[in-house]
């Protein structure tokens, strides 16, 4: 078993930073591609960005490219998110996710193991 752990959420103002971690606990062996989902009051939970298994390959949902970056570091077992130039529109609780897959994944199927989530509410 893996336990996710997202630490780093908070409230910002718009224009502002924040940066989420997650740290991987338990059997971390069987765990390669990362991922960051969000889910807003009311709606779906939507893809944000994803990582291989040893941080060369990335891909971003168009509302948050060029915006919010991901990145892993392997020997602490933890993933990062870091989150510039935030919007209202942002707000959400922010979720991570591990998969036994190399390569990474839109698809939120693909991902064995989430976190509990962790609150980022920007203000305008």
């Known amino acids: 078993q893996v336990q996710l752990v997202e630490s780093g959420g908070g409230l910002v103002q718009a224009g502002g930073s924040l940066r989420l971690s997650c740290a991987a606990s338990?059997?971390?062996?069987?765990?390669?591609?990362m991922g960051w989902y969000r889910q807003a009051p009311g709606k779906e939970r939507e893809f944000g960005s994803t990582?291989?298994?040893?941080?060369?390959?990335?891909y971003y949902a168009h509302s948050v490219k060029g915006r919010f970056t991901i990145s892993r570091d392997n020997a602490k077992n933890t993933v990062f998110l870091q989150m510039n130039s935030l919007k209202p529109e942002d707000t959400a609780n922010y979720y991570c996710?591990?998969?036994?897959?190399?390569?990474?994944?839109?698809?939120?199927?693909?991902?064995?193991?989430w976190g509990q989530g962790n609150q980022v509410t920007v203000s305008s």
């Open positions: 996710a591990a998969s036994k897959i190399v390569n990474g994944s839109i698809y939120d199927s693909r991902y064995e193991y």
């Open positions: 990582i291989s298994w040893n941080g060369g390959y990335t």
């Open positions: 338990g059997d971390t062996r069987c765990i390669s591609a």
